[in-house]
């Protein structure tokens, strides 16, 4: 079991460079459509104004026969908002995102760990992998915008990004840290 800790721990570590190359660079921008300085601004000041606890919301909530017609006029919205900001590079949330990375590994490596004895090669496992998190990511990620008509390079760039760390992840349990089978 003491593998298997250790296993969780660099998969996790493994996830988290992962996660830093996409979410941490440059590369990033590849998910997001910016607006200028101004339209940032004049929004920022309409939140501020009009929404006064951290949440998310849906603008405009579509269960009011005005707020209906006004959903399907468009434009609409789902804002994650926190009314205090936070720094743009906090690392607080870079430790819980470690933590978080290493739980994740460790849910992986359990699952591994489980049918470690009768799936013993190491593309097989890999297989197994690739397979769950792709199933994973394209239902949780890639159903946002077909439910919500809107965000697919976002939410594409966030599918690509997290099937690369969870399937990093778990090669590393797999390739380094399972039981080896028996001859």
Known sequence: MIRLVLGAIAGG???????????GTPLSRLAYTTAGEAENAAVQAA???????????????PDTAQGTVLYGRGPIATVHYNVAGFPAFDSGSLIAGLVLSILTAMLIGLALWSIATRVTSFAERLKLIALFAGAAVLYLHIGQPIFNHYGWGYFIYLAIADLAGLIVAGAVIARWFLPKPVA
């Open 13 to 23: 570590v493994a996830q988290f460079i992962v996660g830093f190359i996409f979410w």
């Open 47 to 61: 939140l501020a104004q009009n929404l006064a606890s951290t949440g998310t919301y849906v603008v405009p909530w």
